[in-house]
């Protein structure tokens, strides 16, 4: 099990950035295949990314990519996702989930096979 603590969210302008962060407790966060999900008002929650345990492998939805970047610090309990370019259908609780202490397969994308969930943070991106 692991506990994840969403932040960097916030009110940035079309073109602007924005790194979120996703803080995790435990002791074996390494373990843990990751992603990044987005739900905006009206909307189905949608992929955004997802990384490896390790940060070897990464993922991303056709319309982030290219503009937004998924990184991990094992040493520091932390995933990322940088946000570059942002365009206001941007604007979404993002959230971040754990795939669980294995490895990732073909369904890193539904977000079903995520057991673990944040609380979402808000990121608001002004046309």
């Known amino acids: 099990q692991v506990q994840l603590v969403e932040s960097g969210g916030g009110l940035v302008q079309a073109g602007g950035s924005l790194r979120l962060s996703c803080a995790a407790s435990g002791r074996t966060f390494s373990n843990f295949a990751m992603g990044w999900f987005r739900q905006a008002p009206g909307k189905e929650r949608e992929f955004v990314s997802a990384?490896?345990?390790?940060?070897?492998?990464?993922y991303y939805a056709d319309s982030v990519k290219g503009r937004f970047t998924i990184s991990r610090d094992n040493a520091k309990n932390t995933m990322y996702l940088q946000m570059n370019s942002l365009k206001s259908e941007d604007t979404a609780v993002y959230y971040c989930a754990a795939f669980g202490p294995r490895y990732l397969n073909s369904r890193y994308f539904k977000e079903d096979e995520y057991k673990h969930w944040g609380q979402g943070t808000q990121v608001t991106v002004s046309s």
């Open positions: 990384i490896s345990g390790s940060g070897g492998l990464t």
